[in-house]
């Protein structure tokens, strides 16, 4: 088949949540046979084995920037391809029996946990263009049951996927406890809140531990190593050293920095969000918390090695059933359902 993605962005120049999931994908459908061409803001990541079409934006205006891709998605000449699969910015786009939408969350959570008014109202304009997207002719994905929740469509669930070739066990671990967190400091990701926790709760218990940062923020504290954006190939290496990811989000669509730390064999606590819930089983391959008994369960899991270890073991095995290639024969199976249908 030959199946076109538009996805405004890609992890080249935005390396975020639903930009990883887009190039995983495209890559494992093309190691699966089909052709896949991207449509995107962003140039060809250095290891895409898919075509990419880089688009340009006609203004700096952050306003015109934001609706832009909407409008150049629904001029694209896509009568050539089988499949036109939408990650995003569909609104404009007409509905037809080739058409797939994936829903990575929805901006009615991201609107409900925003953080300030101007983020809200952002966010509850973009959930009016998803309720627009559902009502459009065409197959409808979310990446979870939470994300189903809130769009008035049935819609199939296939996960966020994960590269268990390239997310692996790494053969140590640091000597000294190693806390890992991916995010904003004053988003819904909560950076502020787990650099209070960790300064409070874990360096007067373990003064030796680290917390290292993954994002764009900085936080200055002791103990706290800011690594910035990194590429994939260093997260990779943050989290098989890491002793334990924290993940204390308000929302989640999914958390698919879950999986990758599973995959990789690192010990997960998250506080209880739609995403984390759906993905961790509590005591088993990870730990579920609150807000509140975060700090003690975190003591608690850097304390107990026989605990830590069980957890990572059947993290591992948990990860496998996200792997992206088995994800990838899901989304072919919904694309063949289309497959030879006229948008007539």
Same mark, same amino acid.
């Given at each position: 088949?030959?199946?076109?993605?538009?996805?405004?962005?890609?992890? &080249?120049?935005?390396?975020?949540?639903?930009?990883?999931?887009?190039?995983?994908?495209?890559?494992?459908?093309?190691?699966?046979?089909?052709?896949?061409?991207?449509?995107?803001?962003? +140039?060809?990541?250095?290891?895409?084995?898919?075509?990419?079409?880089?688009?340009?934006?006609?203004?700096?205006?952050?306003?015109?920037?934001?609706?832009?891709?909407?409008?150049?998605?629904?001029?694209?000449?896509?009568?050539?391809?089988?499949?036109?699969? %939408?990650?995003?910015?569909?609104?404009?786009?007409?509905?037809? %029996?080739?058409?797939?939408?994936?829903?990575?969350? &929805?901006?009615?959570?991201?609107?409900?946990?925003?953080?300030?008014?101007?983020?809200?109202? %952002?966010?509850?304009?973009?959930?009016?263009?998803?309720?627009?997207?559902?009502?459009?002719?065409?197959?409808?994905?979310?990446?979870?049951r939470t994300t189903a929740r809130v769009l008035p469509v049935r819609m199939s669930i296939i996960p966020c996927g994960v590269s268990c070739a390239n997310f692996c066990p790494g053969k140590w671990k640091t000597d000294n406890p190693s806390l890992l967190f991916i995010g904003d400091i004053d988003s819904r990701k909560r950076g502020r809140l787990m650099a209070s926790?960790?300064?409070?709760?874990?360096?007067?218990?373990?003064?030796?531990?680290?917390?290292?940062?993954?994002? +764009?923020?900085?936080?200055?504290?002791?103990?706290?190593?800011?690594?910035?954006?990194?590429?994939?190939?260093?997260?990779?290496?943050?989290?098989?050293?890491?002793?334990?990811?924290?993940?204390?989000?308000?929302?989640?669509?999914?958390?698919? +920095?879950?999986?990758?730390?599973?995959?990789?064999?690192?010990?997960?606590?998250?506080?209880?969000?739609?995403?984390?819930?759906?993905?961790?089983?509590?005591?088993?391959?990870?730990?579920?918390?609150?807000?509140?008994?975060? +700090?003690?369960?975190?003591?608690?899991?850097?304390?107990?090695?026989?605990?830590?270890?069980?957890?990572?073991?059947?993290?591992?095995?948990?990860?496998?059933? %996200?792997?992206?290639?088995?994800?990838?024969?899901?989304?072919?199976?919904?694309?063949?359902?289309?497959?030879?249908?006229?948008?007539?």
């Amino acid at each position: 088949m030959k199946i076109a993605f538009f996805s405004k962005e890609l992890p &080249s120049n935005a390396p975020n949540g639903v930009s990883c999931q887009v190039h995983r994908l495209a890559n494992a459908l093309v190691n699966l046979g089909q052709s896949v061409t991207c449509y995107s803001f962003s +140039p060809a990541p250095v290891d895409a084995q898919y075509k990419v079409i880089t688009l340009c934006y006609k203004s700096r205006l952050s306003l015109i920037k934001k609706i832009t891709p909407a409008f150049m998605f629904r001029n694209i000449d896509s009568a050539d391809y089988d499949i036109l699969h %939408y990650h995003g910015d569909d609104y404009l786009c007409k509905g037809g %029996y080739r058409r797939v939408r994936t829903f990575y969350g &929805s901006a009615f959570y991201e609107a409900l946990h925003a953080r300030n008014l101007k983020r809200f109202l %952002y966010q509850a304009l973009f959930y009016l263009f998803e309720l627009v997207s559902c009502i459009r002719k065409g197959k409808k994905l979310g990446i979870s049951r939470t994300t189903a929740r809130v769009l008035p469509v049935r819609m199939s669930i296939i996960p966020c996927g994960v590269s268990c070739a390239n997310f692996c066990p790494g053969k140590w671990k640091t000597d000294n406890p190693s806390l890992l967190f991916i995010g904003d400091i004053d988003s819904r990701k909560r950076g502020r809140l787990m650099a209070s926790i960790f300064t409070q709760s874990i360096i007067p218990c373990f003064p030796n531990a680290t917390m290292t940062v993954v994002g +764009p923020q900085k936080i200055e504290d002791s103990g706290i190593i800011n690594a910035g954006r990194i590429p994939e190939k260093n997260l990779i290496e943050l989290f098989q050293r890491s002793w334990i990811y924290c993940c204390v989000s308000s929302y989640e669509g999914f958390g698919a +920095p879950v999986i990758e730390s599973m995959a990789c064999k690192t010990a997960v606590l998250a506080i209880t969000n739609g995403g984390s819930r759906e993905i961790i089983t509590h005591e088993h391959d990870g730990l579920l918390c609150t807000a509140e008994t975060f +700090p003690r369960e975190l003591v608690r899991l850097i304390s107990n090695n026989a605990l830590r270890k069980r957890l990572m073991e059947n993290a591992l095995q948990t990860a496998k059933k %996200y792997d992206i290639d088995s994800l990838a024969l899901s989304y072919i199976k919904t694309y063949s359902s289309c497959y030879g249908k006229t948008d007539e």
